[in-house]
């Protein structure tokens, strides 16, 4: 099918060819990243015409800029945050790390949503603010407002923080070393504890056990006089 910009396509033919494009770009994008990915294969891959992208986008990083808002949002749609959230800070803390580790760990039918997002993790585009303050900090700010429900006392800001990435770290790390994990674990074993609510279930555990502010402290001042002892054995040798 071929398009110009010199008239308004029917608006089924506009939303067909949109979609194909942004799914098109999506496959491409992952495959070859932003820099190495061109208009002319995309819309070779949606069958659309050059002038397409332009006509809809503006051009190709509004087109990338769309394909991660889509990828956002379809899967802010899967798996949306549960409404019943404020009562129970622990309960609210398992239920919005469930739902980032259902975001990461899905695939999609496509193959390669979660692919486009590992990849401008690795190599960022002028999207990655974007996509962090869309895709992360949301999710990011409900789990640092819980553990310092949970924690309950005041504490220097950073170790709430902390807590907060230490979690969003754990389940990304699912995502990015799946792999590794095959390897490590038995497939009998992952298909009973590696499951999303399982593992859900022990990366809050995790946050549960290190947000008692009186352990953690304590923990911390001991590390701390640990590698100053090493440190000063190592200057006295």
């Known amino acids: ?10 608006p089924d033919v506009a939303t067909d060819s949109r979609t194909r494009l942004l799914m098109a770009g999506g496959a491409v994008f992952a495959h070859r990243g932003f820099n190495r990915a061109t208009v002319r294969e995309i819309c070779g891959e949606a069958n659309v015409n050059i002038a397409s992208v332009g006509y809809y986008f503006g051009d190709k990083l509004g087109l990338y800029r769309e394909v991660m808002q889509y990828v956002r949002q379809s899967r802010e749609h899967a798996f949306p945050v549960p409404e019943c959230l404020g009562d129970e800070p622990r309960y609210d803390l398992f239920c919005l790390v469930q739902t980032l580790l259902s975001r990461m760990l899905t695939d999609d039918e ?3 949503e979660t692919e486009l997002f590992l990849r401008e993790m690795q190599n960022p585009t002028s999207v990655f603010r974007e996509m962090v303050n869309d895709f992360f900090r949301p999710l990011f700010d409900q789990i640092r407002n819980a553990v ?4 309950g006392r005041p504490v220097p800001q950073h170790m709430i923080d902390q807590l907060a990435l230490s979690a969003v770290g754990q389940c990304l790390y699912y995502r990015v070393s799946g792999g590794v994990v095959k390897i490590l674990i038995p497939e009998s074993e992952r298909a009973e504890h590696y499951d999303v609510c399982s593992l859900s279930h022990h990366i809050t555990a995790v946050i549960l056990a290190s947000a008692d502010q009186a352990a953690l402290l304590e923990h911390k001042t001991q590390l701390t006089q640990l590698i100053e002892a090493r440190a000063n054995a190592l200057e006295e040798k």
């Open 1 to 10: 099918m071929s398009e110009t910009n010199s008239s308004l396509p029917p």
């Open 110 to 112: 496509g193959g390669w």
């Open 148 to 151: 310092q429900s949970i924690v």
